[in-house]
């Protein structure tokens, strides 16, 4: 078998088949993800999720690759895609050129994604026009967190759809291969993902169930992460199963208990 495509994604919306997305950063749960996700997203986010930042500002190109690396040894089938993280791809086209230049050589993921709408088109025109798959990410765009004033749902508002539908056309007509809608009210997001002009397959992340696919933070949705947004559904409790691991372990080692014999070396 051979991995997932960007084009297998065009497919999939055509059939009306549902994109399945998720993010992932560590090479033993990509690998658990591997048989049931198109797509796995190494997320920017991985600089709060894995490093207690407090934004994904300070997350650096040589975060990503690393964790991109451990994602494509964990995988054989999906689509890996890597987030750009923020200041290594909007100076300009060249920049962004070079920073996804490394990303494809040093970790073989098959594309990236860069946060931005319709000012962004061109980068992402530079970049497909020069093999460079690229995935969109328009709405609540997390690096943008400063000049958002906050982590803010995008789309309210006299313009919002006006201006949100721009941003997508903008990207789709430039090559992007997907667009990431990300906390957008329900019915611009629904507007965006029914568009013609929109032919790029959206992926929702509080974005309504109208997209061509859904993704969600991985940790967010297994009951790992401690605080999660609205638009999280929990379809595990990971934080209780590792406490409770964790306690009993404790109790064990300190009672004696652990190791016991069939834990234990014996002579030969
Ligand atoms: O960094 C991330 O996890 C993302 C997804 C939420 C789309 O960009
Ligand atoms: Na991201």
Do not use: N, W
Request: net charge neutral; aromatic share 4%.
């Amino acid at each position: 078998s051979r991995r997932l495509r960007t084009v297998d994604l065009a497919r999939r919306k055509a059939e009306g088949r549902k994109i399945v997305a998720l993010t992932a950063c560590h090479a033993q749960m990509a690998g658990l993800l591997d048989a049931h996700c198109d797509v796995i997203l190494v997320g920017d986010s991985l600089g709060m999720v894995m490093h207690g930042m407090d934004s994904t500002l300070p997350v650096t190109l040589d975060m990503m690759i690393l964790q991109a690396q451990a994602v494509m040894r964990g995988t054989r089938r999906a689509l890996v895609v890597v987030d750009m993280p923020f200041g290594s791809y909007e100076a300009s086209s060249e920049q962004a050129f070079a920073s996804a230049a490394r990303i494809l050589k040093e970790t073989g993921a098959g594309a990236v994604k860069l946060e931005g709408g319709a000012r962004f088109a061109g980068t992402v025109a530079f970049l497909t026009q020069r093999g460079i798959p690229v995935m969109g990410h328009i709405g609540l765009t997390p690096q943008s967190i400063h000049t958002m004033g906050g982590f803010r749902v995008q789309g309210k508002g006299p313009d919002g759809q006006r201006l949100l539908l721009e941003d997508a056309r903008a990207i789709s007509e430039a090559g992007a291969f997907a667009i990431v809608l990300e906390g957008i009210v329900e019915p611009v997001a629904r507007a965006i993902a029914g568009a013609p002009e929109v032919t790029a397959p959206t992926i929702g992340i509080g974005a309504s169930p109208f997209c061509d696919g859904q993704i969600l933070v991985l940790e967010d949705m297994l009951g790992l992460s401690e605080r999660t947004p609205k638009f999280v559904r929990q379809f595990g409790s990971l934080r209780a199963h590792i406490e409770a691991a964790v306690r009993l372990y404790a109790e064990e080692v300190q009672a004696g208990r652990f190791p016991d014999d069939a834990h234990t070396y014996g002579e030969r």
